[in-house]
Nanobody
Framework: QVQLVESGGGLVQPGGSLRLSCAAS????????MSWYRQAPGKERELVAT????????NYADSVKGRFTISRDNAKNTVSLQMNSLKPEDTAVYYC???????????WGQGTQVTVSS
């Protein structure tokens, strides 16, 4: 059974930091590109950051470049998102996604709430 479990969300003031983690089980983690998405109320889910399965190359949405950093630990089957200089517009439910590098396989976590507010 595949599971992606996010953690680390919460309430933070503008300018603050949070670190999200996603623990994967039931998959060969190193075969999957890992991504973080977010969905704010009334908005579509959007891609925030991706890290590839092999070389660990990264890509970011323009709105988070220079503030967020995605990383992975293939030994621990985890992917993290370090979020700095948070803004109220970063408020959303953040989801972890695993996508196989070759096969048409994709899995989602249940999401973790991030609220940026004073």
């Amino acid at each position: 059974q595949v599971q992606l479990v996010e953690s680390g969300g919460g309430l933070v003031q503008p300018g603050g930091s949070l670190r999200l983690s996603c623990a994967a089980s039931g998959i060969t983690f190193s075969n999957y590109a890992m991504s973080w998405y977010r969905q704010a109320p009334g908005k579509e889910r959007e891609l925030v950051a991706t890290i590839s399965s092999a070389l660990g190359s990264t890509n970011y949405a323009d709105s988070v470049k220079g503030r967020f950093t995605i990383s992975r630990d293939n030994a621990k089957n985890t992917v993290s998102l370090q979020m700095n200089s948070l803004k109220p517009e970063d408020t959303a439910v953040y989801y972890c996604r695993a996508r196989h590098r070759i096969r048409d396989l994709s899995y989602w976590g249940q999401g973790t709430q991030v609220t940026v507010s004073s």
